[in-house]
């Protein structure tokens, strides 16, 4: 697969890549805080992974302009696809809305985009520890 077959893929998969790799980052932050307590860990990361997160965090990003328009695409289709799911622990906007920011975490991901993804990696643990 090359970078502009990425464009190709659906919301749902650049959203499953997206997970795994936001997720990664945010493990790997904690544990560089000094955090090593499984039990820890899991409570911590649900500060900057759960879906009330990356909702508050999407939205944050729009209205700071943050995003570029290609971005903005992406997470609208990953926010807009049929996942056929039904959402744990929150409503379904919530979890569309995390879907789509996954999926543009996937998108930057996928396409080599890893600068772009760490800056806004970086901004998320910013504003999550903001508050």
């Given at each position: 697969m090359t970078k502009a077959d990425v464009n190709l893929i659906n919301g749902i998969a650049?959203?499953?890549e997206g997970d795994a790799v936001y997720s990664t980052y945010?493990?790997?932050h904690l544990i560089f805080q000094g955090q090593t307590k499984p039990s820890q860990l899991h409570r911590l990361a649900?500060?900057?992974v759960s879906a009330k997160a990356q909702a508050?965090?999407?939205t944050k990003m729009l209205d700071a302009g943050l995003l570029t328009e290609k971005?903005?695409?992406i997470y609208r289709r990953g926010r807009n696809a049929n996942a056929n799911t039904k959402a744990k622990?929150?409503?379904i906007v919530t979890y569309k809305m995390s879907t789509g920011f996954e999926a543009v975490m996937g998108y930057l991901h996928m396409?080599?985009?890893i600068e772009r993804l760490e800056e806004l990696i970086d901004w998320c643990i910013s504003e999550v520890e903001r508050v």
């Open positions: 650049l959203a499953f945010i493990r790997r649900t500060h900057y508050m965090l999407i971005e903005e695409d622990n929150t409503d396409t080599e985009q």
